[in-house]
């Protein structure tokens, strides 16, 4: 049974102090790691794909990062508009195009 | 562009009716998926499609059915509301080897 697990459930950063979030997956061949943001009230918006050990990608603050076990979500300098719901989520070799997702890292940046 | 739409957006139903909630896509995508997402549980797959005319359980599909008529168009009904429906619905889609992309969900209170 695919499996995920995101830590800490709870984040909260002063405006300008960098963290990481960590996502550990437990995978029957690994396809793709994805990670999705979700504001209050919204669906879960894409951020990035990950598919093999090594491989980063970054979009402005965020760069997601990925190896056999874990990837992180490093945030640099971030802002209040930073804050949200990080879900991180995988799709293994046997499930087609179906996801398993994580419960999420709940972030407040404060100003 | 409006990417997946989900109506409606609330909705409060009594014990034992039954409604459907309409999921449309503009995308051309072929697969489609509804959730269901609850505090402490993340997003949990109820039923998807990988093409028009098909559907397939998920995780969690007791209690639902679904239907996928025409290609752009995804369905979920609740033949009998039950409180433990009480969630918020997100319908996704996405191409073969494309992320999921999702509405923004429908609130939905079973008394």
């Known amino acids: 049974e695919d499996q995920v697990t995101q830590s800490p459930e709870a984040l909260r950063l002063q405006e300008g102090e960098s963290s990481s979030l960590n996502c550990s997956y437990t995978v029957s061949g690994l396809r793709g790691l994805f990670w999705y943001r979700q504001d209050p009230g919204k669906g879960p918006e894409f951020l990035f794909t990950l598919y093999s050990a090594g491989e980063e990608k970054e979009k402005e603050r965020l760069k997601a990062t990925l190896t056999k076990k874990e990837s992180f979500l490093h945030i640099t300098a971030p802002k209040p508009e930073d804050s949200a719901t990080y879900l991180c989520?995988?799709?293994?070799?046997?499930?087609?195009?179906?996801?398993?997702f994580g419960e999420g890292t709940q972030l407040t940046v404060n100003p | 562009n409006a990417g997946v739409t989900q109506t409606p957006k609330f909705r409060v139903l009594k014990t034992g009716q039954s409604m459907t909630l309409l999921c449309a896509q503009d995308?051309?995508?072929?697969?489609m998926y509804w959730y269901r997402q609850d505090p402490g549980m993340g997003l949990r797959l109820i039923h998807y499609s990988v093409g028009e005319g098909t559907t397939a359980k998920g995780e969690v599909p007791d209690g639902y059915n679904v239907s996928r008529l025409k290609k752009q168009n995804f369905l979920l009904g609740l033949e009998s509301a039950a409180p433990s429906q009480t969630s918020v619905y997100f319908c996704?889609?996405?191409?073969?080897?494309?992320?999921?992309?999702f509405g923004d969900g429908t609130r939905l209170s079973i008394l």
């Open positions: 996704a889609s996405s191409g073969a080897v494309q992320p999921q992309h």
């Open positions: 989520a995988v799709q293994a070799g046997t499930s087609g195009s179906r996801l398993t």
């Open positions: 995308m051309n995508h072929e697969y």
